[in-house]
């Protein structure tokens, strides 16, 4: 069992303003310039580098959602957002060969909680490594 924490948002320097912060959910991701795209894409990867030192090999995948608020969100919505950087990130870091069906095992997404100093997604990777 291996345990990844994964941001809900990525923060993009700007040179005359503040920085931006991003919430990687599928609302902003449809609006997102893929330039803007490439730069969040690529800054969340750096940020969970470190704790991708593993091979794996169809690895069963949950993950766990720890909000900052009670206000009611769709999981699904930051999900999906996260699960695509993360899926890449694993396959560029040579975690495992391919992010396809074929790759990966069963999906779970359990329900979220309450963590008001830090807000968070935690992914479980459920397999021998190789």
Do not use: H
């Not at 969340?44 to 794996?56: D, E, P, V």
């Not at 919505?77 to 396959?91: C, H, P, Q, R």
């Amino acid at each position: 069992m291996i345990k990844v924490i994964l941001p809900l948002y990525i923060d993009i320097p700007r040179k005359t303003k503040k920085d931006k912060r991003y919430y990687l959910n599928i609302n902003g991701y449809r609006n997102w310039c893929y330039i803007v795209n490439n730069q969040i894409k690529k800054k969340f990867k750096n940020k969970i580098s470190s704790q991708l030192i593993f091979k794996l090999n169809k690895p069963k995948i949950e993950y766990k959602l720890f909000y900052k608020d009670k206000r009611n969100r769709d999981k699904m919505n930051i999900i999906t957002v996260i699960d695509k950087f993360f899926m890449d990130a694993l396959v560029e870091s040579n975690c495992f060969k391919d992010d396809n069906d074929k790759n990966t095992g069963e999906v779970i997404i359990r329900n979220p909680e309450i963590d008001k100093e830090n807000p968070r997604c935690e992914v479980t990777l459920y397999n021998e490594k190789i």
